[in-house]
């Protein structure tokens, strides 16, 4: 079965600063990685996925995640943050050829100006 | 486009009382996927429809959680009756496809259980 670790509940950062969110999963077979952000009171909204290919992922607001497979990581970055990157941010995963996604427990961002 | 519409947005319920939520996907997507989000966790697959074939329900408890998915586009969730361990998010969401197709979500039906 498939798992995924989100080990950072809560991380606080200024705007303009960099910013990490680290995911990790479990599964002995290949997967797909997903992370999905969701802002106050909205529903969940795909930022990236890795399904093949190049290991690093970009979205078009600036967020890159590198799928890493020795270390069985997908951490979230982005150079510089704004205030309205706030937001819960899940990682998650599914087997290939399906598309059940196991979600991690979520980090949420808070960006102080 | 519109997105995935749920409703009610909220819904406070005493115990052993029935409750159900409905689901408009986007237009178009064959597959719709009902989720619970607990306090703190992230959401978790409650039944995944292909149009109106339930093909994934392994975590449905089935003792109290009833859906349909009639004509294979709107959808309805059903609790009878709820239980205090039963307030959650429960979310609706929907896809064009299955493997590695993104997932679209409604805004969830928060319910309380009291």
């Known amino acids: 079965a498939q798992s995924v670790t989100q080990l950072d509940s809560q991380v606080p950062v200024f705007e303009e600063a960099p910013v990490e969110l680290r995911c990790n999963y479990s599964?002995?077979?290949?997967?797909?990685l997903f992370w999905y952000v969701q802002y106050p009171n909205q529903g969940l909204q795909l930022l990236l996925k890795?399904?093949?290919?190049?290991?690093l992922v970009e979205s078009i607001n600036g967020f890159e995640a590198e799928f890493n497979k020795s270390q069985t990581s997908f951490h979230l970055r982005k150079p510089s943050v704004h205030i309205s990157d706030t937001a819960e941010y899940f990682c998650a995963v599914s087997k290939h050829n399906t598309d059940k996604l196991i979600f991690g427990t979520g980090t949420r961002l808070q960006v102080f100006p | 486009e519109a997105g995935v519409v749920q409703s009610p947005r909220y819904k406070i319920i005493e115990k052993k009382q029935p409750v159900a939520f409905w689901c408009n996907p986007i237009?178009?997507?064959?597959?719709l996927y009902w989720y619970r989000q607990n306090l703190g966790q992230g959401p978790e697959l409650l039944i995944r429809y292909e149009n109106e074939e339930a093909v994934d329900d392994s975590q449905l408890p089935k003792d109290r959680f009833s859906a349909e998915r009639l004509k294979g586009v709107d959808s309805t969730l059903k609790i009878q009756p709820a239980e205090l361990g039963d307030s959650a998010v429960y979310l609706c969401?929907?896809?064009?496809?299955?493997?590695?197709?993104?997932?679209?979500f409604g805004p969830g039906t928060r319910l309380t259980v009291t």
């Open positions: 969401a929907s896809s064009p496809g299955t493997s590695g197709y993104e997932q679209y």
């Open positions: 599964s002995s077979v290949s997967v797909y």
């Open positions: 890795y399904l093949s290919g190049s290991t």
């Open positions: 237009s178009g997507h064959n597959t």
